[in-house]
């Protein structure tokens, strides 16, 4: 009976219905006991973490207690029932984290005990759980002492029942137990290791013993012991010290390298190895009947884990033993018998033919994993010998010594009536089985596989730069002169009649082919194009240059086609090649001409109608949909990638496949149908870049209308088809509106404002109505006008949702959407502007900036498209206006915003300029805005903005008004700095030197406010003068760059600052042009470049950085020339230099035009000064 969660459990009822006869109680018995032990666990662990009082309904267990639970769940591991068995072994993981460490420790002494017991052989399996479970949920504080419990046990367990005899015979009782026993303890000491072995002095003490106790099970005649030995030493491995792991991988070689090599070269390496080191005896006895596959292996493991570790002389003498049973000789051995067998191995004496030829097959496999381990884990260490790894790897590669590829024949210059016959042999080789009835035990393909594992090793360990893959060339064949590079043998070998192999090898040119992509992306290397090169510049210039587009683009494409021309099996080979032809498009030049996307558009054709095929029917529906999908993922690509010549695309698609991606919007599985969408939604984009006339569209727009329409308005459909239809209906509408009939572009106009309404797909709805909008904008064709009333109406009520992406989506779809209205149109309703502007006016505050720039954004756009709305404006939307322009967050976007609106309704008539004045002097009245330099420089631009907007008679009268109201010895401090500031940002847009005696008047302002006593003051009166010679360069400049001759000190950066104002300022004007001014601002700059003042030079280098951006062809020379300078004052002009450029380079300076003084520059981390340095 299960009690209540809240009840205390009666440990003792428990206890004796655990020893009940029926196998149900002690089921139930047993599962109480677990959910009791759960709960007193998790009620301890509370106790401990918040110290608080026991609880009475889970009271404390005591030692007696504890006692007879662990031995009633010990006594159920052996219990008859194995369900009980289950829920046991599942409590003693729970028990473990209860009892006290005395408790753990006896628990952990019987397990093993029991484990290692010959006459428990038939639970055995429960004991090694149990054990398992312990080593892994015992706290960490127990694990020394549980593991100086068991280390020893286990490693005498080991060596005890080993039998490393070849002659034993294992299907014997005795042999059997014993196995079980060591594969047993292999385990446990495994975990023991993982988890505790490098904290646990107990193990640490035990290494080498376990070490030399796993070494000889490498000598079993059981490969499963050997293998369970490898991967506990692999695991020994990474917490063993240094000089173990170097006597470990010396045993493993010396054994290895008694090993006489496969076939005659490798043999004959072997030959050669053992008489120049003759003297050499092996390091232990005890792995002299290892078997050497398990050695290799076991080698291969290690370096896995800790290749890292390992020292050059390893790799060093690993290397060519490994090339021994690989030599690449003997793969080109026309001579070769798979059935020669290894008479020097001692494991090999005796073996039959099969088995022999199985041992050389497991052997090469082995190596060449032990090659892709090296490659991966120790890369700089393997680099030496790469060359011969992979000159290795592409011979056993194409190692097929029972079948007759005829590579030699594999000419250009072969005819097709060849080739096709050679296509239809190998599809009959892929589909008869009673052809290949002799071939059904020919294992080679395993050799072949993992040499192109080796191979796709090679790819990653050179990713970053996988130029020579395909320029250095190896011999195709022992003894021949055609040679290959890896890039070539793999393509070559797409032929490959193995499907596992042939799908390796399109997945490992694949990658590389990406990798290469990416490398002429980061600058690595180049990829020539298609369209333009010039092979001797390049080369002179140093780079590497891969050449796709002479013979490998189309030798890619032509091995791709026969993979998807196979009319029987292949699936996995097809999803490569397409795979492949994707990746291939984003290389220059992509599939290549006309000729070659012709014929991958029609082998797309035959997959996307298999279902109609009699002859594909057979295959399975996943498969078949799956391939559609990533066909279509394909001709997407090729349509979006812009590396193929659109005209081609347009020519070839219309008529091929245009009307298959249709039927596939109509298939069953909702990823076809979504990926046909997204084709269709390329297909308007490239009609237009493929200059296709008029009959075309008209063509194609009702196709794609027919296929999108029904889709477009279904309700009950997947939410990818449902956004992806409505990708694909904006794409129509905004580039085909032309090619539509005015029924079409109202029905879907409807459906786009039905799913506006829908809240599953609002937000893709908004993306298309805003992308639609757009479109309208820069066309007469496209009028939304008919659903503009309610679209606008269902987007301004969106704007009063939580969802801040909502609000975003909907505030740029009414900016979009507002500008494609009429200055007047009788449809509209008026009163719905209201509602609009009195919800954008709320969403308008400082708390989020990005959604207050697209509100103002907005009312800008309503304003500008109905300039009756001014009232509206004003009353909705400018109050929060003004709150806004007094806030010390306001700046980038939103800033520029509100100016825009505040610009347009003062050029509107919304509000006159005088008033809008007051309302933003009255803004420096609100309490805190006094101090912050941030709002008054907010305020003057507004001030400023709308001053340029208004009549010139009134620009003129408030000119003279600011001026006279700037008082450098005034008190107000405020009210003077945002004079300041709003005559030097109106003088930054209107050059006041066309008003009378303006100019004079703001340079004697300007030049009184420096003597300030106030520094706020002086500050803006230089940013001020800086920011008005923009407008008049004439009266200003020369009179800044005249007080600088005097100047120093305090004024002197103050002028400073004002000229790098000006020519900030300057480089954001549209058109502007410097050039005739340079030669007046270099000198005064070239002069202070050694001030002794740390700020002068700041200022300095930042004017020499802003002007390098604008005239680099003048700024620059100086600046190296000044880099050279040897005078007293070097290291002060050599610091300014080096800030100057830095400046430059945040300032987006061309690279071109700096790249030539950039040794010069660099030069200056030679100095001894460290500021010069940094």
Same mark, same amino acid.
């Given at each position: ?12 009822d ?8 029926? $196998? ?12 009791a ?12 973490n918040n110290?608080?009082a ?52 006896? #628990?952990?002494?019987? #397990?093993c ?6 006459? $428990?052989s ?33 490693i ?60 000889l ?47 005659k070269?490798?043999k ?17 006895s ?5 078997d ?5 292996r076991?080698?291969?493991?290690v ?7 390992l ?9 060519? #033993?490994?090339?021994?049973f ?28 099969e ?14 994993a ?8 120790c ?12 000159y ?25 009536e ?16 009673d ?17 192109i ?29 055609k ?60 780079a ?12 890619i ?11 029987k ?10 795979a ?47 391939? $559609? ?29 245009l ?6 919007v ?8 979504s ?22 569209k008209?063509?194609?727009?009702t ?38 009939s005015p ?9 786009l ?10 937000i ?35 704007l009063?949702q ?37 919800d ?40 929060a ?5 007094k ?27 005088d ?6 002097e ?28 208004s ?27 945002l ?30 406010s420096f ?10 009166a ?36 004002s000229l ?37 030079r ?23 020339k ?31 035009e ?11 981390l ?9």
């Amino acid at each position: 009976m299960s009690r209540g969660s809240n009840s205390a459990p009666n440990y003792n009822d428990l206890l004796k219905k655990t020893e009940h006869y029926d $196998k149900d109680e002690r089921y139930m018995a047993i599962s109480d006991l677990c959910e009791a032990l759960k709960r007193n666990a998790a009620h301890a662990n509370s106790e401990n973490n918040n110290n608080a009082a026991a609880s009475s309904s889970t009271p404390q267990i005591d030692s007696q207690t504890e006692r007879r639970i662990c031995s009633a769940v010990l006594s159920l591991l052996d219990d008859s029932s194995n369900d009980v068995q289950t829920v046991a072994v599942k409590t003693l993981g729970v028990l473990l984290m209860t009892v006290q460490e005395e408790q753990v420790n006896e #628990i952990a002494d019987r #397990i093993c005990g029991l484990m290692l017991d010959p006459s $428990k052989s038939a639970l055995r399996d429960v004991y090694a759980i149990g054990l398992k479970t312990l080593v892994e949920t015992v706290p960490d504080s127990m694990g020394n002492a549980v593991s100086h419990h068991l280390i020893g046990r286990l490693i005498d367990g080991v060596h005890t029942n080993s039998n490393t005899s070849p002659s034993s015979s294992p299907s014997s009782g005795d042999d059997k137990n014993s196995e079980e026993i060591v594969l047993a303890c292999l385990n446990v000491l495994t975990d023991l290791l993982t988890r505790f072995g490098s904290s646990s002095n107990s193990i640490t003490m035990q290494h080498e013993p376990l070490l030399n106790v796993s070494l000889l099970q490498l000598g079993s005649p059981r490969p499963i012991v050997r293998k369970r030995a490898g991967t506990t030493i692999s695991v020994l491995a990474t917490v063993m010290s240094d000089s173990l792991l170097h006597r470990l991988v010396e045993r493993l070689l010396d054994q290895i390298d008694l090993a006489s090599g496969i076939g005659k070269s490798g043999k004959k390496r072997a030959r050669i190895a053992h008489k120049t080191d003759g003297s050499k005896s092996l390091a232990s006895s005890d792995l002299r009947s290892a078997d050497t596959r398990s050695l290799i292996r076991t080698m291969c493991t290690v370096s896995g884990t800790v290749g890292h570790r390992l020292n050059q002389g390893h790799i060093d003498r690993i290397v060519p #033993i490994f090339l021994r049973f690989c030599d690449p000789a003997d793969a080109d051995d026309e001579d070769y018998d798979s059935d020669e067998p290894m008479d020097t191995d001692d494991v090999m004496a005796g073996m039959g033919e099969e088995a022999a030829a199985a041992m050389q097959i497991e052997l090469r496999e082995s190596c060449f994993a032990g090659f892709e381990s090296f490659v991966l884990r120790c890369p700089a260490l393997i680099r030496p010998h790469l060359d011969q790894i992979v000159y290795s790897a592409l011979a056993y590669m194409r190692f097929d010594p029972n079948y007759t590829y005829d590579d030699d024949d594999d000419d250009a210059e072969d005819d097709e009536e060849e080739e096709e016959e050679m296509e239809e042999e190998e599809e009959d080789e892929y589909s008869t089985e009673d052809d290949m009835s002799d071939e059904d035990d020919d294992n080679n393909w395993k050799v072949r596989r993992s040499a192109i594992r080796t191979l796709t090793a090679v790819v990653e360990a050179t990713k970053h730069d996988p130029s020579k893959l395909w320029i250095d060339e190896f011999a195709w064949r022992q003894n021949s002169e055609k040679k290959t590079t890896v890039a070539g043998a793999l393509v070559n070998r797409f032929k490959e009649r193995e499907e596992n192999c042939r799908v390796d090898i399109i997945e490992c040119f694949t990658r590389l082919l990406s990798y290469t992509v990416s490398a002429s992306s980061a600058g690595v290397l180049v990829l020539a194009s298609c369209t333009s090169m010039d092979d001797d510049a390049l080369a002179a210039s140093g780079a590497v240059v891969v050449d796709l587009r002479s013979n490998v683009s189309s030798a890619i494409v032509k091995a791709t086609e026969k993979q998807l021309s196979a009319k029987k099996g292949g699936e996995r080979s097809k999803s490569s090649a397409i795979a492949l032809l994707s990746t291939l498009c984003l290389a220059p030049g992509g599939i290549g001409s006309s000729e070659q996307i012709t014929s991958v558009f029609r082998h797309v054709k035959t997959i996307l109608n298999a279902d109609d095929d009699a002859n594909t029917r057979r295959h399975t529906a996943v498969n078949s949909k799956s391939l $559609k999908l990533e066909a279509l993922c394909l001709v997407r690509i090729m349509l979006s990638c812009k590396k193929h010549d659109a005209l081609d695309i347009k020519s070839t698609l219309l008529p091929i496949l245009l009307s298959d991606i249709c039927k596939c919007v109509q298939e069953d599985w909702y990823k076809v149908i979504s990926e046909a969408l997204r084709v269709l939604m390329e297909i308007p984009g490239l009609l237009v870049l493929g200059s296709a006339t008029k009959a075309e569209k008209d063509e194609v727009a009702t196709s794609l209308y027919d296929a999108i329409e029904p889709r477009l308005s279904e309700h009950d459909l997947d939410q990818e088809i449902k956004e992806c239809a409505l990708s694909a209906s904006a794409s129509l509408v905004s580039v085909l509106h032309a090619s539509l009939s005015p029924d079409q572009k109202n029905r879907i106009l409807t459906l786009l404002l039905d799913r506006l309404k829908n809240d599953t797909t609002r937000i893709a709805a908004i993306k298309t109505l805003s992308k639609v909008g757009r479109a309208a904008k820069s066309s007469e064709d496209l009028d939304l006008t008919s659903v503009m009333n309610e679209a606008l109406e269902q987007l301004a009520l969106l704007l009063r949702q939580q969802s801040r992406s909502l609000k975003q989506s909907a505030l740029e779809c009414i900016d979009t959407l507002v500008l494609c209205l009429p200055e007047s149109d009788i449809d509209m309703d008026e009163g719905l502007f209201d509602s609009v502007l009195k919800d954008l006016g709320e969403i308008i505050a400082d708390t989020d900036l990005h959604i207050c720039h697209l509100s103002l954004s907005a009312s800008n756009s309503i304003l500008k498209a109905r300039p009756s709305t001014g009232a509206l404006v004003k009353g909705h939307v400018l109050p929060a206006s003004l709150e806004l322009s007094k806030s010390a967050l306001l700046q980038d976007p939103a800033l520029t915003s509100l100016l825009n609106l505040l610009e347009q309704m003062v050029a509107s008539g919304a509000i006159g300029f005088d008033e809008l004045h007051k309302l933003l002097e009255a803004q420096m009245a609100g309490d805190g805005s006094k101090g912050s330099k941030q709002v008054i420089s907010n305020l003057a631009q507004c001030i400023a903005t709308i001053a340029v907007t208004s009549p010139s008679a009134k620009q003129e009268k408030f000119m003279k008004s600011t001026i006279s109201a700037i008082k450098p010895s005034s008190t107000d401090v405020a009210a003077t700095q945002l004079n300041l500031l709003v005559s030097g940002n109106f003088g930054r847009k209107v050059d006041v030197s066309k008003m009378k005696g303006v100019a004079q008047s703001m340079q004697k302002i300007y030049f009184e406010s420096f003597d300030s006593s106030n520094e706020d003051i002086k500050h803006a009166a230089a940013l001020a003068l800086g920011r008005a010679s923009v407008g008049a360069i004439d009266p200003f400049l020369p009179a800044l760059l005249s007080a600088l001759e005097g100047s120093s000190g305090k004024k002197q950066y103050l002028l400073f600052s004002s000229l790098r104002e000006f020519i900030h300022c300057y480089r954001e004007t549209e058109g502007s042009d410097l050039s005739s001014s340079v030669p007046m601002l270099l000198p005064p700059l070239e002069m202070n470049c050694g001030n002794e003042e740390e700020g002068v030079r700041a200022m300095v280098a930042e004017c020499l950085g802003a002007l390098a951006c604008l005239e680099p062809k003048a700024i620059l020379p100086v600046l190296q020339k000044l880099a050279t300078d040897d005078s007293d004052k070097k290291v002060h002009i050599h610091w300014t230099v080096g800030n100057a450029v830095k400046f430059a380079i945040g300032g987006q300076i061309n690279p071109t035009e700096l790249a030539p003084f950039m040794p010069t520059f660099l030069e200056l981390l030679k100095e001894d000064d460290l500021a010069v340095k940094n």
